[in-house]
């Protein structure tokens, strides 16, 4: 993925992000254009961005990719990733882009993968400015996501102490305590081929607080009358499907859901024709090029 690498401030902060537009695009013509937001401490580099940005750009749409606050290249507490903070993050990239000389500004979606799904239908449901929502294996509810992540009772009983103790040391000692990514959010390790290099591996649990505390299933009914396309492998095993099926029971219209059978939670990271082409069909639908 190419494209034209820049900067924006975000609380204070400068965080660093790519700028890519169709293939032929013409000086002085405005394109509509996607945010594709990055999941749980990955980096603009995953392939779940850069896939779906080249395939964007494909079909005639201008994309931004960026490090949140505190991942990759941009500034920030290394891995202090707090939700409504990217949130913010997401609402800055949106204003940043709405000023760029080849982009639409009424013409700007937001999709998101896993984690970044989350935070993109939080941010949709906050800001009209949002013109259309994709989420791909997002969540709505942190603490019922974390109860399926963690389903024995010995499992939720480390992962709820984990936070508790979190608490209390950072009561005692005025710090954070730093936990391995895969204790906050479980993946098989076959999958973990995935995740992107330079990815984070330890956080510090106020992470894993912010995540449990974090609700945009109560703003996801918000969007309407602006569309919502929720995506999801029928068996995740990272991200619970049920996560999907309740935000499409909370959401207004339009909204459409599909579950694929022959992918799991990396959805546009794998061999994604299938998946790609209801993308596709669904922005040619709702938010044309």
């Excluded at 602006?226 to 499409?248: A, E, Y």
Aim: hydrophobic share 40%; glycine share 8%; aromatic share 8%.
């Amino acid at each position: 993925m190419s494209g034209e690498k820049v900067t924006f401030v975000s609380d204070g902060l400068k965080l660093s992000g790519l700028v890519s537009l169709p293939a032929g695009a013409v000086s002085g013509k405005k394109y509509p254009a996607v945010m594709v937001l990055h999941g749980f401490g990955s980096n603009k580099t995953s392939k779940t961005v850069s896939q779906p940005c080249d395939f964007l750009n494909g079909l005639g749409y201008a994309t931004l990719s960026f490090d949140m606050r505190g991942c990759g290249e941009s500034e920030g507490e290394r891995a202090r990733i707090i939700c409504l903070e990217q949130v913010a993050d997401t609402r800055n990239a949106l204003t940043f882009l709405q000023g760029h000389p080849a982009i639409d500004p009424r013409r700007i979606a937001c999709m998101g993968t896993s984690f970044g799904a989350a935070v993109t239908v939080y941010a949709a449901g906050v800001d009209d400015r949002i013109a259309a929502a994709i989420s791909v294996g997002g969540w709505g509810d942190g603490e019922k996501k974390f109860r399926a992540q963690h389903p024995t009772p010995e499992a939720w009983a480390k992962f709820t102490n984990m936070l508790a103790e979190g608490k209390r040391h950072r009561e005692k000692t005025g710090k954070a305590l730093m936990v391995p990514r895969y204790d906050i959010v479980p993946i098989p390790p076959h999958l973990r081929a995935h995740v992107a290099p330079g990815s984070i591996l330890e956080f510090p649990h106020d992470t894993a607080q912010s995540m449990f505390d974090f609700r945009a299933n109560e703003v996801v009914g918000k969007i309407a009358p602006r569309p919502l396309l929720l995506m999801h492998p029928s068996v995740d095993s990272v991200t619970p499907t049920q996560q999907s099926i309740d935000l499409f029971g909370l959401a207004g219209q339009p909204t459409e859901m599909h579950l694929f059978s022959d992918a799991d939670h990396f959805l546009l990271a794998e061999d994604s024709k299938r998946e790609l082409r209801v993308l596709s069909d669904w922005l040619a639908r709702y938010f044309p090029a």
